[in-house]
């Protein structure tokens, strides 16, 4: 079966800008999650949609914000972008959430701010 | 709050050299204990889930085993395609994951 599709793989935007990430989960999954990933801080839990709402948010700033679709697929954005937001990001999903079993995670796109 | 560290950062093994990894936790009830493999530029792969002490599992050339206070990941004579970060998080009830940093392991021909 396909797996999590995350699109678009590779971004390069500019201090202050906006930009939008896309994740498709695997069919019948529900529940999606977004990480950032960055060599100093690892992996670092944005927030987790499931059935179009937002059931868990990490600690990030306001500028990260996130929607779920009727189709489970879900979007990132982030607004007025800072050298810091350069990272890989990374979408899991899974059938329904915590408590879950298994999370898959998709390639990952990553954005770098110049 | 919830913690995970791993050791070592980094491991350099000859191949069929067995070793294992270090993710020590603390969690306010756990529900999940997860491993994951990662590749240079791609995302996690999911390896296994543990649940509850005393357990133990295998795929391959892997096994975790689970403790109150720690998982290890045990290699058995790798090969040079086990390369790879490997990928420690845990999960309390009603939460997200929370990683550990990882180990970066590198097994040499």
């Known amino acids: 079966k396909a797996g999590v599709t995350q699109t678009p793989r590779y971004l390069i935007k500019t201090r202050g800008q906006q930009v939008t990430l896309s994740c498709s989960p695997i069919?019948?999954?529900?529940?999606v999650s977004w990480y950032q990933q960055t060599p100093g801080q690892g992996l670092q839990f944005l927030f987790e949609?499931?059935?179009?709402?937002?059931?868990n948010k990490g600690n990030f700033p306001g500028r990260f914000s996130g929607r779920q679709f009727s189709n489970s697929r879900s979007e990132m954005n982030v607004s007025t972008l800072e050298l810091g937001d350069s990272a890989l990001y990374l979408c899991?999903?899974?059938?329904?959430?915590?408590?879950?079993?298994?999370?898959?995670f998709g390639q990952g796109t990553r954005l770098t701010v110049v | 709050e919830d913690q995970v560290t791993q050791s070592p950062e980094a491991l350099r093994l000859q191949e069929g050299e067995s070793s294992s990894l270090n993710c020590s936790y603390t969690v306010s009830g756990l529900r999940g204990l997860f491993w994951y493999r990662q590749d240079p530029g791609k995302g996690p792969e999911f390896l296994f889930t543990l649940y509850s002490a005393g357990e133990e599992k295998e795929k391959e050339r892997l096994k975790a085993t689970l403790t109150k206070k720690e998982s290890f990941l045990h290699i058995t004579a790798p090969k040079p395609e086990d390369s790879a970060t490997y990928l420690c998080?845990?999960?309390?009830?009603?939460?997200?994951?929370?990683f550990g940093p990882g180990t970066r392991l590198s097994v040499l021909p």
């Open positions: 998080a845990v999960q309390a009830w009603g939460q997200n994951f929370v």
């Open positions: 899991a999903t899974s059938l329904s959430g915590p408590p879950n079993t298994e999370a898959f």
């Open positions: 949609y499931f059935s179009e709402t937002q059931r």
């Open positions: 069919s019948g999954h529900r529940s």
